[in-house]
């Protein structure tokens, strides 16, 4: 029910979903007058779907505290959440409120253990390929032992995504010195330097122009400035493909240019399309719940689809279980010990 448009929204990327994944299966949460018009308008959605009525809507301008205080057992966004935790879903998808989204995902499905705060993990288009960043919005701050864990778990993303063995890891920072930056930067990267874990290779730091390059495989930063990194990003794609679109029109000349070279801006703006990575996906909880863009369109929110789809085939969960373990189970003895002393 979230989102710009809601289940207009919904409901057509389900559609879209649903030619590229047949196999797939939706539970549909919202308010029945609104979803069940647009399910006889898309059968093949209907005949796939169990719906369930909601009485309440969470808005865009709800407070994260509201949220969670009026009704929220009885709401569609917590619903949708709860059939999660209970089983009945592999993940939960919503255009809506993101601190909505966030607060009810981490009160229903709880933290992971070991993991303090959950992080937002967005997919990141490269010279390269893709790239992971995360946190691009959960929360504000993060301390050494919080960006370690981000590393963690944005290599166990990469890996169940990119197929790859052992991703490669940078911290964010304003040089790649090991002198410069914040203090829970330089201790992160101590952390992650000295753990030497077996399923990710760090790399040190990395600079903003580092992301576009495709420098490392996971980009880890605090939510923050990975917010303000996603939403300039957003911006200066849109700002030069108005810029393209301007320089194509304003002569004769330019319009027959455009026509011979329309296959390679094509390409460009496929490339620079946000839709083909919408999609922030919550990390550090017990269940995949995936945030999209309440301003896509169908076709990015199918992508938003697709992508839960590929976290669950890849079992991320519990990639992500396994590295943390493997870290928490080595450091355990040692503070034992130092205890002990």
Not at 89 to 100: I, K, P, Q, R
Not at 166 to 181: A, F, S
Not at 253 to 277: E, N, Q, S, T, V
Request: net charge neutral.
């Amino acid at each position: 029910m979230g989102g710009d448009e809601g289940a207009e929204l919904v409901i057509p990327g389900a559609a879209e979903a649903l030619t590229r994944r047949p196999d797939i299966r939706f539970k549909l949460f919202g308010e029945r007058e609104i979803v069940e018009p647009l399910l006889d308008r898309y059968p093949k959605v209907r005949d796939a779907s169990d719906f369930e009525h909601c009485e309440i809507s969470v808005r865009m301008d709800d407070k994260p505290s509201q949220a969670l205080r009026h009704g929220r057992r009885r709401s569609s966004m917590w619903r949708s959440i709860e059939a999660v935790k209970r089983g009945e879903a592999d993940f939960a998808l919503s255009a809506g409120n993101t601190g909505a989204l966030m607060a009810m995902a981490k009160f229903c499905l709880r933290t992971t253990a070991d993991i303090e705060r959950p992080a937002i993990a967005a997919l990141w288009p490269t010279l390269r390929g893709e790239s992971v960043v995360l946190d691009v919005g959960a929360t504000i701050g993060a301390d050494a032992q919080q960006l370690f864990d981000f590393a963690v778990m944005g290599g166990a993303m990469a890996r169940a995504l990119f197929d790859l063995e052992k991703p490669t890891v940078g911290l964010l920072n304003i040089g790649v010195e090991e002198v410069k930056g914040l203090e829970q930067i330089r201790e992160a990267g101590i952390l992650l330097r000295e753990a030497n874990l077996p399923n990710i290779a760090y790399s040190g730091f990395v600079e903003g122009d580092d992301i576009g390059k495709g420098t490392v495989d996971v980009v880890v930063t605090e939510g923050f400035s990975g917010n303000i990194a996603l939403k300039t990003a957003e911006g200066t794609a849109k700002q030069i493909a108005t810029y393209l679109r301007s320089a194509m029109r304003r002569t004769l000349l330019a319009r027959i240019g455009y026509i011979f070279a329309r296959h390679a801006f094509d390409r460009l703006r496929d490339k620079m399309d946000p839709r083909r990575g919408n999609g922030g996906v919550f990390l550090g909880l017990n269940g995949i719940v995936i945030k999209s863009h309440g301003g896509t369109d169908p076709t990015g929110f199918a992508t938003a689809v697709e992508l839960g789809y590929s976290m669950v085939r890849n079992r991320l969960l519990e990639k992500i279980n396994n590295d943390l373990s493997v870290y928490y189970q080595s450091v355990e003895p040692a503070v034992v010990e130092a205890g002990a002393a």
